[in-house]
């Protein structure tokens, strides 16, 4: 059974930094994608970032040049370094992946993508 952990969650000042990671298990495949979402109270989940097998990178419009995922695949960890935080950032922040390659028109659909963890807050105040 894969499973996806993640932590990391805190809280923030606005202009600050934290490092979200997702332990990742059971997921063995030569082709994938995986990558970070996130729910805000009365939003519907949006994706921030995803990286595939390749490397490849995608992001949000909304996050590009302060955020940045990372693979450690001795680690079998995904994180997200997440910069120059805004209020607008907070959100619960999930992780998630499927068994085939990023898709630039779909990654940052949630039905993409098979496999989810269970979330963890990040609270940025002004």
């Known amino acids: 059974q894969v499973q996806l952990v993640e932590s990391g969650g805190t809280s923030a000042q606005a202009g600050g930094s934290v490092r979200l990671s997702c332990a990742v298990s059971?997921?063995?495949?030569?082709?994938?994608?995986i990558g970070w979402f996130r729910q805000a109270p009365g939003k519907e989940r949006e994706g921030v970032t995803v990286i595939s097998s390749d490397g490849t990178t995608m992001y949000a419009d909304s996050v590009k040049g302060r955020f940045t995922i990372t693979k450690d695949n001795a680690n079998q960890t995904l994180l997200l370094q997440m910069n120059s935080l805004k209020p607008e950032d907070t959100a619960v922040y999930y992780c998630a992946a499927d068994p085939q390659d990023c898709s630039r028109q779909y990654w940052w659909r949630t039905d993409f993508y098979t496999y989810w963890g269970q979330g963890t807050q990040v609270t940025v105040s002004s």
């Open positions: 059971r997921f063995r495949y030569s082709r994938n994608c």
